[in-house]
């Protein structure tokens, strides 16, 4: 079993019980990190793939360490100008073990479902205040609560009007 996931802006093939360096994550050594962002699983031959994650899939590791990378050497030079530049980096690193795959049954997919209404409920509200000022004023409506506001009204091609011609056909 193998899964391709998402570990700090970059996607890594991993498998269980592999140890993987990565950028350097946030928690201290020893903690256990879940990453939810898995893009494709491979389970006895059964491939699930996400469009662009597969919901509910999750990538358990713990860390074993921080370190710094090699040292890569960059050299700018142009010749026979006098122009030579030497510079040295190090990347800060992470080294995380596999410790489970889990195609579904995350804990932190649920938690964003649950959130997710609250969001639609705060959305919905300012909705029946644009109703409201409708009936008031459409000239000082933008375009775009003029569509709105002809789709619920049911008035076909609303999405080709112009401004005028949607509030013409608003006012009727």
Known sequence: MYAIVEIAGQQFKVAKDQKVYVHRLQEKEGAKVT????????????VTIGAPAIEGA????KILNHLKGDKVIV???KRRKGYKK???????LS???IENIAASGAKKATAKKAAAPKKEKAVEAPKAEVKETASNDL????????KALAKEKGIKGYTSLKKAELIDALSK
């Open 35 to 46: 990453f939810d962002k898995v893009m494709l699983v491979e389970d006895k031959g059964n």
């Open 58 to 61: 999750a990538v358990t590791a």
């Open 75 to 77: 050299f700018k030079k």
């Open 86 to 92: 030497k510079n040295g980096h190090r990347q800060y």
């Open 95 to 97: 080294e995380i073990q």
């Open 139 to 146: 000239s000082s409506m933008t375009v775009a609560e003029l």
